[in-house]
């Protein structure tokens, strides 16, 4: 095995890794780092959360995986060309009172992002009836537009959605017949409507437009690269968020609104930096490297957000191993004791981090 790395996390936070080969056949080694923060009673501030979500190595589906959206996708993309925010999340009601359409928005850095939801609408005599008043709508994939028909019509964009071709949500507690979220400007108002599929969350691994980044799986591939991934493999389909939830880089600080996806109708925040380092423990030396964030994940009902960050390696032949990493404040000897591969002493202490020292700035 080309890898026999260990990892010690002294931080609050999640560390794990993953191996894959690349379209070379060579083995990728992806160190996987995972923040959470929850709300304070000033829900501006944020602090490392209790209940951390964790370093995810399968995809996390809403229910049936055949026949669902996912919550949470894996992370195991060897690397991400872009940054992208994900938000799983509800629709309440202004001031808890039944409405029959509202908007709910997101903003981050350059993002500016507004769905409308409506209530169910059954199709009668040839039209759609008026919308029901509702006080929660979750916002999800399988109450967007799209679908899967008894006779096998897909729509590739949406699979799970409601109203393509008078198709049924996948999720059998949907008993609206037309999409309850849409982008504004684009209307289900006739089944010959074909708005864009809308939502939040994380798009399907083999929904269009993400699975043309895919690559070309033909018998040219089977004969010639199978079981690796395709010659013409594009990293864009790592980015599982729509695109317009995506930057091309997250500076840090950025200032968060989510708007009508709380009781009290928004949620201000301010995005935390995680400024634990990350030690490299290489055969000669040490390397230090900053938490760059690649993933954002909002979950208003939870009132916890989530940055996620990764480093890949591949094997270098005739290059100095990388043995081990270090997530956290440590102190020099730990650092020299491990890349010697002798036994640390501890001080007085008894500790080998920094405590002293922030893992994370508001």
């Known amino acids: 095995m080309a890898f026999d790395i260990w990892i010690e996390n002294l931080s609050p936070f999640e560390a794990g890794t993953h191996l894959q080969p690349d379209m070379d056949g060579q083995e990728v080694f992806v160190a996987l780092f995972s923040a959470s923060f929850d709300a304070e009673e000033d829900e501006n501030a944020l602090r490392p959360a209790d209940s951390q979500l964790p370093i995810l190595l399968a995809d996390v589906p809403y229910g049936d995986p055949v026949l669902s959206s996912n919550l949470h996708e894996a992370d195991i993309a060897l690397a991400k060309p872009a940054a992208e925010v994900i938000l799983n999340g509800t629709a309440y009601a202004p001031n808890g009172k039944p409405t029959r359409e509202m908007q709910v928005g997101l903003r981050v850095g350059s993002i500016r992002k507004v769905l409308n939801v409506v209530g169910d609408r059954i199709y009668d005599a040839g039209g759609y009836s008026a ?13 967007a537009y799209g679908g899967t028909t008894a006779d096998g019509k897909v729509d590739q964009r949406n699979p799970v959605g409601v ?50 980044y895919a690559g070309t799986y033909d018998q040219v591939w089977i004969d010639t690269q199978w079981p690796l991934p395709p010659r013409d493999f594009d990293p864009r389909y790592n980015l599982c968020s729509p695109a317009d939830q995506q930057l091309s880089q ?68 005739n290059a100095p191993a990388l043995r081990g990493i270090i997530f956290g404040h440590v102190t020099p000897a730990l650092l020299v004791a491990r890349r010697k591969q002798k036994a640390y002493l501890a001080p007085r202490s008894g500790h080998a981090s920094l405590r002293d020292r922030p893992q994370w700035l508001p």
């Open 131 to 143: 919308p029901n008043p509702f006080q929660t709508m979750p916002v999800i994939y399988e109450r």
């Open 163 to 212: 109203g393509f071709h008078h198709a049924r949500s996948a999720d059998p507690a949907v008993r609206t017949q037309a999409p309850n979220i849409t982008y504004p400007g684009e209307p289900f108002t006739s089944p010959s409507d074909r708005p864009r599929p809308a939502g939040f969350g994380p798009v399907g691994r083999g929904w269009k437009p993400r699975i043309d």
């Open 250 to 317: 997250l500076s840090g600080s950025e200032d968060v609104s989510v708007i009508g996806l709380t009781p009290d109708g928004r949620w201000d925040f301010r995005l935390p930096r995680v400024v634990a380092p990350i030690h490299l423990i290489f055969d000669d030396r040490v390397e230090e490297r900053s938490f760059q964030a690649d993933t954002i994940v909002i979950e208003p009902d939870l009132r916890r957000v989530t940055l996620k960050a990764r480093l890949s390696f591949v094997t270098r032949r």
